[in-house]
C-alpha cells in the first residue's frame, strides 16, 4: 500500500507560479513511478506529468511542456511539480499517483485526494 498526501494548491493569477507536493508512505517509494493529473469540473482525469523510479526519465503532456517540471526527492519519499507561466485553463484538481510509468490514468495503482489550482485571468 501507498499513501499519497498531496499539497501546495491555491490561488495564483496568471503568469504566476505554485510548488505542488506530494508525499508518499506506506511502501518503498524509490522504486515506483509517480505521475500528476488534472480534473476540470465536467472533464475527465487529464495527464500531466511523469516520472520514473529514479528520476531518470519524465513525460509531460504538451499543454505544459516547457511550463511544467516534475521532480523527486526519493530520501523525502516526495515528489514535485513545479508550475510556472500558469494560465486559467490549467485551473483545476491535481492528483498526483502511484504505479507503473504511464501517462493513462488507469495504469496507476495509488491515488492522492487531490489539490485544487486555481488561475485567474
Known amino acids: 500500500q501507498v499513501q499519497l498526501v498531496e499539497s501546495g494548491g491555491g490561488l495564483v493569477q496568471a503568469g504566476g507560479s505554485l510548488r505542488l507536493s506530494c508525499a508518499a508512505s506506506?511502501?518503498?517509494?524509490?522504486?515506483?513511478?509517480m505521475g500528476w493529473f488534472r480534473q476540470a469540473p465536467g472533464k475527465e482525469r487529464d495527464f500531466v506529468a511523469a516520472?520514473?523510479?529514479?528520476?531518470?526519465?519524465?513525460a509531460y503532456a504538451d499543454s505544459v511542456k516547457g511550463r511544467f517540471t516534475i521532480s523527486r526527492d526519493n530520501a523525502k519519499n516526495t515528489v514535485f511539480l513545479q508550475m510556472n507561466d500558469l494560465k486559467p485553463e490549467d485551473t483545476a484538481v491535481y492528483y498526483c499517483?502511484?504505479?507503473?510509468?504511464?501517462?493513462?490514468?488507469?495504469?496507476?495503482?495509488?491515488w492522492g485526494q487531490g489539490t485544487q489550482v486555481t488561475v485567474s485571468s
Open positions: 499517483a502511484a504505479g507503473p510509468f504511464s501517462r493513462v490514468p488507469d495504469r496507476y495503482n495509488y
Open positions: 506506506g511502501r518503498t517509494f524509490s522504486n515506483i513511478a
Open positions: 516520472i520514473g523510479w529514479s528520476g531518470g526519465i519524465t
